[in-house]
């Protein structure tokens, strides 16, 4: 017999790197709740109606990639009815709020979830057929400023500020905005306009979308395609005053606040219900499924879904994707040196080899230089294989007051002889 395995798609997790996972989703509450969001659970699987009128029937989501059975009736008073393990967390949250009425709170709702989600797709690094989001969405009464463009610029100042506490360095925030209900008609009729004397030459998946969803022409990939799409109008031409006054709004406050961005008009995401602000967070050390995360706003989801007028905004991250971060960053930062001592002149090599050996005595990773280097290339060589770099020349060696630099944060301090080893340690977690 053979021996039955995980299904394709889905993994086992196990420890240690279980202890990575509970001490991401341990930084996620606690910035979830200085921002005053509460947790919320829906189920993992839904009516398939909620995903085909929210996630929208065109998308690869809903057309290609959903784990969909037809459950059957246990009891004469049960009828049969199509469910779908969830492949995202927005609809069901929406549907909870219209369920339960939090909208009559008259209160802006502020809920996030951690939890697995199922899709459908081809397996690869960062990419799952079970995977976890952790994500928020902040949604509610128009009276309650749920349409303000200061809750687009929070979530995204949140999402820095919650990368920054996990220790994720080096990403990228794209944003976007896809016009809204009233104006993206327009635009939709200009882009098919445009499509049409050239889609004939473009990659099939073009051609599929340029009649069923145009807008997601602007995400392919294909070389061959980047010509023709690069000529095709722009979004943001087509914008109504009130987008473009939302879209200024929410880029001012993200300047106000630091929060380094780019804007890509391409964006368009893989969901229907993406109103005005579009965004993700990239990493490169991630390979081809790049997106740590992405999000929007979705002021028409509840209308679609039968609920009343409630816009919102939200995102979801790849909890896999966070961990395959942090396991790299980590794994590039355990392979440096703990320092690189440079000997300023050579009469110093001699005293340089006896620091170097106190601290690989106490067990700390060194890479020792050599005294005939000029600053410079000690510097160049230093900063390819150690975390700091410590000088040491006559005066140091004779003060025992040495110069230390830290390269990830750039601080430059002076560290007494004593203490050098203790402060090489704790730089190992900075
Ligand atoms: P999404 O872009 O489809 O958006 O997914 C969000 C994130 O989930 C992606 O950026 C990626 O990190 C992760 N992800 C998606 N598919 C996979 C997969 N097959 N394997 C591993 N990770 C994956 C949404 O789901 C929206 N509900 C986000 C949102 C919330 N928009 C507004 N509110």
Redesign the pocket.
Known sequence: MSTLKAVRGTRDLLPPETALWNRIEAVARSVFERYNFGEIRTPVFEDTGLFARGVGEETD?VSKEMYTWEDRARAQSEKSQSLTLRP???AGVVRAYIEHKLGETGQLQKLYYIGP?F?R?RPQK????Q?S?I?A?VIGPVSAGSESPVRDAEVLEMLATLLDELGISGWTLKINSVGSASDRPAYIAKLKAALEPVVGQMCEDCQRRAVTNPLRVLDCKVPHDQPFIDALPKIADSLDEASRTHFAAVCAALDAAGVPYERDHRLV???DY?TRTTF?FTHGGLGA?N??????R?DGLSEAIGGPKAPG??????E??LVLTLQELDAAKAELADAYIAPLGEAQNPAALGLARELRRGGLRIELGDGSFRLKKSFEAADKVARTIVLFGENEAQSGILTVKNFSSGIQSKIARVELAAHLVAARTK
Do not use: W
């Open positions: 989501i995202e967390n927005t989600q899709r797709e960062g990419r799952y057929r995977f989001q994500g969405e995401r893989g969901l993406y993700e499924q997106a740590l995360l992405g999000g929007g979705y905004i939200g995102f979801a991250m790849g896999d994707r």
